[in-house]
């Protein structure tokens, strides 16, 4: 008979003192921001971000399925699992001492986890893990904020803020791509949303009898396509960039001095394609992959 999670989980044998020292007020603690496609993951020193991340989605229907018990061993199991694949690496936040000289000594303890969602199945997995703080709007010191707006959103707007200077404008380039905008005061201004690039090439593949299924091109398409594929990448890409480059100008008006950030899976081909249709535009963004993670940080110093 196959055993379950639970009679495959050991607990991994950990004194008080290693987890006091690791896990003490301002010490290491890990963030996980859950996506529309992806687990995002963030490892802090403190205030510190040292390491970022990314994972799968969990199969919440197979998670559905355990027990309690087995479900938070499960989630145990699965942060020291991603902890120890970047362990490896030589972080500087681990203590100079002999007791931290093995490369798995952070997935011996367990961490506390600062968790901001949008995928409502993956929160409601996470809310089991044992020690867990989840984020909300009401927390981010930013007004005008409505209840229906993305944490994700939010929280990547107060991160890019904080760390660039307001007003700020925050273009995410996810399976969604979407605009935020907040003033010199921290106020939404406010935002919009469309479809990302690979959403809107999947879903012409997905959802036409004759279309095909493409991938985004390494540069900017030609634009007058003589073959299918490469009038999907032309319409796709030549549209989303003319829209981010209207969002960026007319925000420019609004907010001369305004900082114009880009985070997001797709933020290295987007500037691309903007730097070579519109350079004058592309040059006025700053990348901020990490925005999310400077957002976590401002919140998560107690927890």
Request: hydrophobic content about 45%; overall charge negative; aromatic content about 6%.
């Amino acid at each position: 008979m196959e055993k379950s999670i639970a009679d495959n989980f050991r607990p991994q044998d950990c004194t008080e003192n290693l987890t006091s020292e690791l896990t003490g007020k301002g010490v290491i603690k890990i963030a996980l921001a859950i996506g529309n496609s992806r687990l995002h993951w963030g490892l802090f020193a403190g205030k510190t971000l040292e390491k970022t991340w990314d994972t799968e989605h969990l199969k919440a229907d197979a998670v559905s399925r355990l027990s309690e018990a087995q479900k938070i061993e499960y989630l145990v199991q699965t942060v020291r699992k991603s902890i120890e694949e970047i362990s490896s690496q030589n972080l500087r936040c681990l203590p100079a001492t002999p007791a931290f000289s093995s490369p798995h000594t952070l997935s011996l303890v367990l961490l506390p986890l600062v968790l901001a969602s949008v995928v409502p199945q993956q929160t409601a997995i996470w809310q089991s893990y044992p020690d867990v703080r989840i984020i909300t709007l009401d927390q981010l010191p930013i007004g005008g904020l409505y209840p229906t707006l993305g944490i994700d959103r939010a929280l990547a707007l107060l991160g890019a803020g904080n760390q660039l200077g307001w007003p700020v404008l925050l273009i995410d380039a996810g399976t969604a791509l979407t605009f935020t905008g907040a003033d010199v005061n921290r106020y939404l201004v406010g935002g919009a949303i469309l479809p990302g690039l690979g959403l809107q090439l999947s879903s012409l593949g997905k959802k036409t009898a004759a279309l095909p299924l493409i991938s985004l091109p390494e540069n900017l398409p030609h634009r007058w396509a003589t073959d299918t594929a490469g009038a999907i990448q032309s319409g796709v890409v030549y549209a989303t960039v003319a829209g981010v480059r209207d969002f960026i100008e007319d925000w420019r008006c609004l907010f001369p001095n305004s900082k114009i950030a880009l985070t997001g899976g797709d933020r290295t081909l987007l500037l691309q394609y903007l730097a070579s249709a519109f350079p004058d535009t592309a040059s006025a963004v700053i990348v901020a992959p990490e925005a999310i993670f400077w957002g976590i940080s401002l919140l998560s110093v107690d927890c």
